[in-house]
């Protein structure tokens, strides 16, 4: 990206300013880090909630603070399936029945009265696309890879909103790049190394919970907080390696190294998991936990020794990036892209890769430095201002 000059700051600044922007999306925490990316090129931003999987204040999240907590920000949910919704503190702005078609052309039509250009961040490019105004999209995954081939109503309304906005900003992997090239998105898509993770620690208790699992016992302490799905192989979703991983797991207790699991309750695969587990033998080894909030997460994951995360894919989830932010080995398999990018990881896919990266890990010296390493490379390579550039590439081409 090139330099300019101080006038043209100058007049950049006084175009923006002019410009109203909303943010809508239905994932935790990417609108967040959609809005903190503007700010840092100076440029304000509304953000609109659908949080989908959030229908319930049952579900821990909604208590957390990390994901809720805007207080110097307009934040508005929408589409919320509780009545009580108020409760939560913020303005509720489409408060009636959720994922409801009715809700989208409203919030559409506000979008359209009120704003100059719109982000739509997974599913939230339908509000986006039906506002009318020029918008971009943050394709996530399954989104870009799975959903806009389905055959269903939403989909067939994906495929025609990824023709009219001006760019596509999403990471690289097989699946990713093959929809690309599918629905003609070559010239319109930027592809991310990752999506920048929200922290809830410090980078000082990082280090010190590094030096103390250094000097800890000789049990490999691994969390895998990943979706279950292995079973069946879809197109465009080839699963999650969970049982690759497990059975790398039961390889490396057969040695007589002493390692634990923890894993947590999520996903179509549980039960399959589960049975899996119990056919190794490996009910000693592996814990369970129910989903859990942001801040819960990241204090399991210091307390880990090593991450496990996708083994199919090719490039970094939220997972896989977090943990590395936090300074944690992640045993995940990246593709050529992504490792060119310098990304510090124990790159493995196979049962027997994964078993050579977890003996790896009893080294404490090796795992402490390939930590220190991982968070090293978040913070220079996950900044807000590269992608608040991007964004404001995106909207001056299309404003």
């Known amino acids: 990206m090139k330099s300019i000059s101080s006038e043209e700051k100058v007049l950049d600044a006084a175009f923006f300013s002019e410009k109203k922007i909303a943010i809508c999306f239905n994932l935790c925490n ?75 052309l409203r919030l559409s039509r506000h979008l359209n009265k009120n704003y100059d250009f719109v982000v739509g961040i997974t599913l939230g490019i339908i509000p986006a696309y039906f506002s009318g105004k020029p918008f971009c999209w943050f394709a996530t995954g399954s989104d870009l890879r799975q959903w806009i081939g389905l055959q269903r109503p939403s989909s067939y309304v994906l495929r025609r909103a990824v023709k009219k906005a001006c760019a596509v900003f999403t990471g690289r992997d097989e699946g990713l790049v093959s929809s690309v090239k599918r629905y003609h998105l070559e010239e319109k898509t930027r592809y991310l190394v990752g999506f920048i993770p929200e922290l809830t620690v410090m980078e000082d208790e990082i280090v010190s919970k590094q030096l103390k699992l250094k000097s800890d016992e000789d049990v490999l302490r691994v969390f895998m907080p990943t979706l279950h799905q292995w079973t069946s192989v879809r197109e465009g979703h080839p699963g999650r390696g969970n049982d690759i991983f497990l059975r790398a797991v039961a390889k490396i207790r057969q040695s007589g190294r002493k390692i634990s699991v923890l894993l947590l309750e999520r996903g179509e695969d549980v039960n399959a998991t589960k049975k899996l587990i119990s056919e190794l033998g490996l009910e000693s080894v592996v814990s369970w936990k129910r989903e859990m909030t942001k801040k819960d997460l990241h204090e399991h994951m210091l307390a880990s020794h090593v991450i496990a995360n996708e083994f199919t894919f090719g490039a970094p989830g939220t997972i896989c990036l977090e943990s590395m932010a936090l300074g944690r080995p992640v045993l995940a398999y990246m593709n050529e892209w992504q490792l060119e990018q310098g990304m510090p990881i124990l790159n493995c896919r196979t049962e027997s890769e994964i078993y050579e990266a977890l003996l790896k890990c009893y080294d404490r010296s090796f795992m402490v430095d390939l930590g220190r390493r991982s968070l090293k490379w978040t913070l220079e390579k996950l900044s807000y201002p590269y992608l608040g550039t991007l964004l404001k590439e995106a909207m001056r081409s299309a404003l």
């Not at 931003?45 to 994901?67: G, H, K, Q, V, Y």
Request: aromatic content about 16%.
């Open 30 to 104: 990417s609108g967040w880090m959609v809005q903190k990316a503007f700010a840092s090129v100076g440029i304000e931003a509304d953000l609109f909630i659908s949080m989908s999987e959030l229908d319930t204040p049952s579900d821990p999240r909604w208590n957390d603070p990390e994901i809720f907590s805007l207080p110097e920000k307009k934040c508005f949910f929408w589409n919320a399936k509780e009545e009580n919704a108020h409760l939560y503190r913020k303005k509720m702005l489409f408060p009636v029945g959720a994922n409801s078609f009715f809700n989208v």
